[in-house]
């Protein structure tokens, strides 16, 4: 008798459910997709803008506070995508999440900040340098920075830290150098507490750092809404210019203008197709410097066909 009780509330409750999700509210329209409030993710929050004012597929912009608690929640379906960095979500693919990347982020926009007595790449050896995770592209282009001195990651000191607390860090000597998502390269050149020693474009032409990633039941469930959001969301990356940049980084974001001013110089969000050539670049650079010695093929990972 509990049994059958039981599953006649389960039947109850999921009824509910589905007709929560396609309810008259709305909510069934709807894309959520998770975020850091960082300029790398300005081409999401300006199609975000756009399509307040269209008709059609809205988007649900779902902050987080860390990378971590990001790729949780899309590993998890409780988002249908994200933007994030590359090599997180290639790692999760690897380790049979059905996710797939469908755009980039941006183009270049990463730098090495290093502290005022650093003039060179060969003075960062037995340095201490911070990146905000293994799996990134701050990572490989630390690696690519130490190459072009004839050093290698065994050289320096790498540390995790939070992008956030990396300006300070510099600032008191905590650490000698970092690479990591913008604008908080900006925030130490801003403060004075270091500078740029290298652009992402002198070491990776062409480099990959974060992808807009969307779930294989998004992609799967409700393919006219995946597509039409991936065909908006190029369209916003087209229409960022220096102008568009500043004013949605600055309703989003909450730094300073200087800091934005500097940070939005490094960085473009045209053309955000994710092709093979770059793709296997990255794929190369991730085996070379050991992120991972099986990155996932481009023909399962990415999909261009939007
Ligand atoms: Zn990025």
Redesign the pocket.
Known sequence: MFKKITAFITAVISAAVLTACGGSDGTKDKVKIAYLP?T?SLALLEEAEQLEQEQGVKVELVKFGSWTELMDALNTNQVDGASV?IELAMKSKQEGIGIKAVAL??HD??VIVVNNNISSAADLKGRTFAIPHRQS?HHILLNDALATAGLTIDDVNVTELAPTEMPSALASGQIDGYCV??PFGAMGVSLGAGKVLMNSEELWQDSI??GLVLTDKFINDRAADAKSFVESYKKAGNSLDKDEAMKVAKKYLSQTDDVLDISLRWISYNDLEITEDTYNTLAEKVKKYGLSDEPPAYSDFVKNDY
């Open positions: 960082i790398h960095l982020g941006h926009g990463n592209s998502a913008e750092c974060c």
